[in-house]
């Protein structure tokens, strides 16, 4: 090993040291916060809760109004203010039989689920042969009408990463593959999964039809029925299937926001807005996705409060109807843009630690962002360059400008899981969900107390 040299051990020290603390006004010591909520028990209660007693919560059913109610009530019996569920009404997909079955040249099953707002076929199913596209960019590339009654089958692979970066660029196929097969003919479309595992859990998830489009039954099959429907197409013999997937849309039904706060004392400062969602896909119980957000941004108020009078009101949104495109968000933005937010914050990845902060606050706070990079240090955090942009339960927010805050958690293993029937409780680890709590704790106080105006002019 190479001997250290004075000048380059001043160097790691000076490079340990990029986020000083600021020379003014003393921040007031946060690890007391911080030391509590790496013991805390309440996220993970309300996780548990959430997932046992009420289960799957979609968008706009009996399920999720149970779990408003829920929430409503545990919120108040935690001790939170203003408690209260705002509604609204959407339409609403809901799902009924999948069944996926090759005919020849091997007749078998293959699992898969129908992915939001799609065409339902009769109870029969509808057969057709097989098209194969290894890529969305070879689905694109297909003459128009060649896919006259056809099945299109996209497989396109998603690879890990640790911010799930690789989900906004693979997730395409799901959110638009829909649209492009049904403008090119084709009878139905079957994509590979947007997961990184390896078992036979399809997962679902929402996508939207184009202006104009014709809706048509659109599915995810499993990462490794894909694969095994890859592989019998490579055999070169033409591939008939029999799909039959049966769902309904309702019109007007009811979903809502759940409303909570902790108030502050100068309601001059604005409300730093902590948001998650209450709804979930139907075939797990919605446990990473996303009943751990809404268990760590509870017990992470309820952490920073006990620290005694907060200058800003800490404002849960617990959204209605995340998953379905966002319902939730832009009816809190309806209802609530009026008043003044001085941060936006989401929790919507997971269960795993954060493993770094993102800022997008205003000119002139870097000794705020600068404290609370300081608070995070001990958990492992690190502030990165880029520009923090939330999450769809507060994107109308951050859209019309108003400062946020990112704590990103690790998401190598997000979407193992993600919309499968294996997003359940166990998968929930008690330490990181602590971690978490922790993180959101010393954050929410930094801004909470913070003297800084956070005006956006
Ligand atoms: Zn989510
Ligand atoms: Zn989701």
Known sequence: MQK???GTFAALLLGSIAFPLPLAAAPVDTSPIREAALQDNIAWDFTEGLTTEVGPRPAGTPQEARAREWAVAKLKALGFSNV??????MPVWVRGHDEARILSPFPQNLALA?????ASTSANGIEGEVLYFPTLSDLLAAPDGSLKGKIAFVSHVMAATQDGSSYSHFGATRRQGPSIASKKGAAAILIRSIGTDNHRLPHSGVQMWADGVKPIPAAALSTVDADQLTRILARGQSVRLRLTLTSKMLKDQPSGNVIAELPGTDPTAGII??????????????????????GIITAAALHAAKAGPLRRTIRILMAGAEEVG?????AYFAAHDG?????????DFGADRVWRVDFKLPAGHEALSDRIASALSPLGIAPSRLAAGGGSDIEPLVKAGVPVIDLQQDGTHYFDIHHTADDTLDKVNRAQLQQNVSAW????????????SLAVK
């Open 114 to 118: 129908a992915l939001g707002n799609s």
């Open 84 to 89: 209260r569920s705002e509604p609204y009404k």
């Open 4 to 6: 250290i040299r004075s």
């Open 326 to 330: 966002g319902d939730g968000g832009r």
């Open 339 to 347: 008043e003044r937010h001085a941060v936006a914050m989401e929790s």
């Open 441 to 452: 704790a010393v954050t929410l106080f930094a801004i909470a107390d913070a003297a800084e």
């Open 273 to 294: 807005l902590a948001a998650c969602h209450i709804d979930s896909w139907d075939q797990g119980t919605g446990a990473i996705d996303d009943a751990s957000g809404c």
